[in-house]
């Protein structure tokens, strides 16, 4: 794994906790926050899985 996936997966946890706190709380402004890094760490783990794909296609 490179540095874009691994940081893509960890924002897509921490998206995830966000989100359950929020709606444990009742707080839907951590709950969109939440939603918002998911899909965020999922476009960036898309991004690193693209970049190894072109490195491993390099050799």
Known sequence: MNRDQLKGV???????????????????????KGDLQQATGTARKAYGDGKAKIRKLGR
């Open 10 to 32: 960890a924002q897509q946890v921490r998206g995830k906790v966000n989100e359950v706190v929020g709606k444990a709380t009742g707080n839907r402004r951590q709950q969109l």
